[in-house]
């Protein structure tokens, strides 16, 4: 997985995926738990006022999620209020 390598190399990596199983079973660190498979940085769902809080919430976690150290895969997930 290029995460993986990126990781390795040094580079922080945070997966925004709507496939958290599968990422971590591939051993990504950093995986964001997004929206449905078709949209997976969004929720088409939603209205678009909270649409685009929850894409900023998932950019916001992303963000988060790569200032921290790897101690073990670890899966976020968004708030939701």
Known sequence: MI???L???GIPVAII????SIAFN???NR???GGKFTSPAGNPDLPPEREKAFRRQL?????KAIQEPIE???IY???EA
């Not at 995926?17 to 958290?20: M, P, S, V």
């Open 3 to 5: 995460a993986n390598e």
């Open 7 to 9: 990781d390795k190399a």
């Open 17 to 20: 995926t709507a496939f958290k």
């Open 26 to 28: 591939v051993g990504g």
């Open 31 to 33: 995986i964001i738990n």
């Open 59 to 63: 950019v916001d976690l992303a963000l």
């Open 72 to 74: 073990a895969q670890k």
């Open 77 to 79: 997930n968004v708030e």
